[in-house]
């Protein structure tokens, strides 16, 4: 490892720009003759559009245009697509109802735009926006699963009769049966998954540009994935083809899943766009962004699980609904599904599972992939599962989850995953050392003479990343493959470019794939610079989600980087008169081993493009290209370990200690895989505590601004001790499995674990809020 | 419409604007400071935090108006030309930032808190000073050790000088 290559904790490249103030995201970016677009929202969660005036606007003076989603269909624009067909288990496909980008007839959410209001300022925007008159029939609503799955209740989609969009199972029902009826002991559990807004800092935000001369739309967008968005732009919203639609994603303030989806304002403004002759910008306040960014999470489940007189696991049931909202958005599907229930094997050696899952349409915002999706539902699930049963053995935790733990690799899931590798007991262990779990009872007894209660909870958490084999991902109905490309451009003078079709926004790639660069040549990563983010430049791409960067895209960039040596070793052997074989790379440099010949990196480029000199038949130039298909995912593994006290006056929980041991293979860079995991803990322990995006009965959103969300603050969280076991995948050449979900994905259920350990009472649903701590205790 | 003339990191400036207008949009939309952000509309978040007369404000709850005749100093007005500002510097060497969205504004506020504090800080002292600047990336983790690490630095400096 050399100061810069992999395993440094080299401090970002990116950052000057942010802590000046220099960052560049889409609301920066202004263009001449830029309008501006204010969305009008249906402040109902289930109504008919009767009719719209738009009179009054129009005659404003500024005001370009008023479009309405009547507009928008009669003119062909694609309704959204959801990317991941799922068959129900009566062999029928998943039953979906059409989602227009503006509502022509019929809205089933609030905050789903009915029109859009074009102007020459912000201001105006919003000031014609009052002077249109939309006349909604209000319809009955449903807000919650429950009341959705009613008989006789209202109903979203004619296409999807009792609010059902599937019903589908994984795994084998009789053997779990078997399981259960041999059981000697079996522990159930019925819990709440609670629903999240995601809230990335940045609200979401595109400006869209229409060349009449060229036919060419260009799209600033806050994606994770611009490549994608352009595909499902171009291929099923019949925006443009995709050589006239260029989509640039700048500085993006974070995403956590969010901005994966193809959102319909980013649709409207390409379409306004082309309409008023002008580029349209918009740019989503927050309650906007509570109201239309995909949500998280919202599953309710049952799960029980059978164990044999030694408190071996024999079999796992589990049934879970799973909130949509009122339309499929782009991944939902896959959610609670391909994403969920094929982790519910958690570190754990089942023999049986089986599990069912309802998708569920309710007049909520749609609901899609946050952080961890899918696998944090699966996490919290068995591991307050496997803590229960704990308890009713009268058994310690950790002693459970290692009689149970699975050893042998690879393993092979009674749901579809193959693990490759780990050491979960090294994880466990390394967590239990960090918060001196042998010391606990004697803290526990010294917090209670104080009178307070204290408590301990622990979350061995396993994620797939690295998503996804294209062929895998493919036969299990996944629209796109799941590989990533990669591009590296030598210049002339040895300086290096390399364009990826990962996306950072907030990752640090801008650094961390430049010290595979710095690993690979030795040279310093101040000659390296990172391209990403915008289609013009970078031939095709998935983007970032899914933990899977370094695992998908940086071996892509590893796999072209084989190629660009091998031809730099071609140059240099000839101009060195040697053997290529005797060639070997170091500190810039290509030396002939065993001798003191050797040319510089910038000798070995100008060779390539002056070309004077090269090998018989050799192309001039050094720039490779590779794409690379995983063959399996990657699967991150760790203990959390959360030490807390509850204040039984008042039900407020305080933290003494959180610990994190995760194994996420190799490391690239300590101090960011370091700060993804701060995050993530975060996210989790703000589902555990704080966070619930909630509805009324009627559907009114209740939590749409960050006066009712809470969002957990510097002060709602402590400081966190992390320490790193390691087995290195053996999936990619660099051995890294992925580290941006794990926090979330494990964190929750070791506070829930640790508040339901202090209080002595196990029924408790996420957020624990001093409210409901305090019920839990005095009932 | 009405003119608002303030100082801005340093320079006079002037400018037209709607009387509604909030100070965040006149920096940004009028004077093309976009390094401060807007991130909540609700005065939450403080992802817009400048200073005003030496004093942390959240800029989205100040009309432009309202700071007329006043000394603003934003993100892009505290490095001493290619010298970052020592909070700068710590933000960076302690990883305190990801998306870099809330970053300015946690700056901002952070150097309001090391001036008030006059460098004797403690992790919950930071914490409970920062509970106005929402992060969704770091986990405040490293935020907080930054602003810990910036306060040593500023004592430093501010004992040079």
């Known amino acids: 490892m050399g100061m810069e290559g992999i395993g440094a904790s080299v401090v970002r490249k990116e950052d000057k720009r942010f802590i000046t103030g220099k960052g560049r995201y889409v609301d920066d970016i202004k263009m001449v003759g830029m309008t501006y677009a204010h969305f009008i929202r249906s402040p109902h969660a289930h109504a008919k559009v009767k009719s719209i005036d738009s009179s009054a606007a129009e005659a404003m003076p500024g005001v370009v245009a008023v479009l309405t989603g009547k507009q928008i269909v009669d003119d062909k624009v ?87 969009v599937y019903d589908w199972h994984i795994g084998d029902e009789a053997a779990v049966g078997a399981a259960f009826s041999k059981a000697a002991h079996v522990v159930s559990l019925e819990l709440t998954n609670n629903r999240l807004a995601p809230n990335a800092m940045e609200p979401r935000a595109a400006i869209a540009d229409y060349d009449a001369a060229e036919e060419h739309f260009t799209l600033y967008t806050t994606s994770q994935n611009p490549h994608v968005a352009r595909l499902v732009l171009s291929a099923f919203y019949n925006i443009a083809p995709e050589h006239k639609l260029r989509v640039i994603a700048p500085d993006v303030g974070g995403g956590f899943g969010s901005k994966i989806f193809i959102y319909p304002e980013e649709m409207v403004a390409l379409w306004a766009s082309k309409k008023v002759g002008r580029p349209v910008k918009w740019t989503g306040d927050r309650t906007e962004a509570f109201l239309t960014d995909a949500h998280g999470r919202d599953h309710i489940s049952k799960a029980e699980m059978a164990f044999d007189a030694d408190h071996k696991m024999l079999g796992l049931r589990v049934k879970t609904h799973a909130n949509f909202g009122a339309y499929m958005s782009l991944f939902s599907s896959s959610v609670p599904t391909y994403l969920y229930a094929t982790l519910l094997s958690g570190q754990y050696n089942i023999p049986a599972i089986y599990a069912e899952v309802m998708g569920v349409y309710t007049n909520t915002t749609p609901v899609d992939a946050y952080r961890g999706a899918g696998r944090p539902e699966a996490s919290y699930l068995l591991e307050r599962l496997v803590e229960t049963a704990a308890r009713q053995f009268k058994m310690d935790p950790a002693e459970l989850r290692r009689k149970n733990f699975i050893t042998q690799f690879p393993h092979q899931t009674p749901v579809i995953m193959a693990y490759d590798t780990g050491d979960f007991n090294a994880s466990l262990d390394a967590a239990m050392k960090a918060i001196d779990y042998a010391g606990f009872p004697a803290r526990k007894a010294a917090a209670k003479a104080q009178g307070k209660l204290r408590g301990i909870g622990l979350s061995c958490y396993i994620e797939a990343c690295g998503i996804a084999p294209s062929k895998a991902v493919g036969s299990l109905g996944a629209g796109v493959g799941l590989w990533e490309s990669a591009e590296i451009r030598v210049n002339p003078v040895g300086t290096i470019e390399v364009l990826t079709g990962s996306h950072s926004h907030g990752q640090g790639h801008e650094t961390t794939f430049c010290q595979l660069i710095a690993e690979r040549l030795g040279v310093p990563i101040s000659q390296v610079s990172i391209v990403h983010g915008d289609t013009d430049k970078v031939q095709f791409g998935m983007g970032t989600y899914g933990s899977r960067s370094a695992a998908v895209g940086l071996t892509a960039i590893l796999k072209a980087m084989e190629k660009v040596e091998a031809k730099a070793k071609k140059i240099a052997a000839h101009a060195l008169e040697a053997s290529e074989g005797d060639i070997v790379i170091e500190n810039g440099e290509f030396k002939v081993t065993g001798t003191d010949k050797s040319i510089a990196l910038p000798m070995v480029a100008l060779a390539a493009y002056t070309a004077h000199n090269l090998p018989d038949g050799m192309e001039p130039g050094l720039k490779e290209s590779a794409f690379y298909d995983p063959t399996n995912f990657t699967f991150p593994a760790g203990t959390y370990i959360c030490e807390l006290e509850v204040d039984e006056a008042t039900g407020k929980t305080s933290f003494v200690n959180f610990v994190a041991a995760d194994d996420f293979g190799r490391l690239i860079n300590p101090m960011i895989v370091e700060g993804q995991v701060h995050g993530g803990l975060v996210q989790g322990i703000g589902q555990a505590l704080l966070e619930h995006a909630i509805y009324d009965s009627n559907g009114q959103p209740v939590t749409a601004s960050f006066m009712d969300y809470a969002m957990p603050r510097a002060d709602d969280v402590p400081s966190f001790k992390l320490s790193h076991t390691t087995t290195l995948c053996p999936g990619n050449p660099l051995g890294v499995k992925g580290c941006g979900e794990a926090g979330a994905i494990g964190a929750s259920a070791a506070v829930i674990n640790a508040i339901t350990d202090a209080i002595g009472n196990n029924k408790l649903e996420m957020p624990a809020t001093p409210d409901r701590v305090w019920h839990a205790i005095h009932g | 419409m009405s003119t608002v003339k303030l100082t801005v990191n340093g320079k006079a400036v002037s400018a037209e604007v709607e009387d509604r207008t909030l100070l965040v949009h006149l920096l940004r939309d009028h004077l093309n400071l976009t390094g401060t952000h807007v991130g909540c509309d609700t005065s939450q978040c403080g992802a817009c935090v400048v200073h005003i007369d030496g004093r942390a404000v959240k800029s989205c709850t100040v009309l432009a108006g309202q700071a007329a005749g006043a000394n603003v100093t934003t993100i892009e007005g505290i490095a001493r030309g290619d010298e970052l500002h020592p909070m700068q510097a710590a933000f960076r060497d302690n990883h305190g930032l990801q998306c870099g969205y809330c970053t300015p504004g946690m700056i901002m506020s952070a150097i309001d808190i090391v001036h008030r504090h006059g460098g004797e800080l403690d992790e919950a002292t930071v914490r409970e000073e920062l509970e106005g600047n929402i992060c969704r990336c770091t986990g405040y983790h490293n935020i907080v050790k930054a602003v810990l690490d910036a306060a040593g630095r500023m004592k430093v400096a501010q004992a040079a000088e």
């Open chain 1, 78 to 164: 694609g309704n959204l697509i959801c990317g991941w067909a799922i068959t129900s288990k009566d062999g029928s496909p998943m039953k979906m109802g059409a989602w227009p980008a503006m509502a022509p007839e019929t809205v089933r959410f609030v905050g789903q735009a009915v029109a859009v209001v074009i102007a020459d300022s912000k201001n105006l925007a919003r000031d014609a926006a009052e002077a249109v008159v939309v006349e909604y029939e209000e319809l009955p609503a449903v807000a919650d699963m429950p009341s959705a799955l009613k008989p006789g209740a209202p109903q979203l989609h004619p296409e999807a009769p009792g609010n059902v």
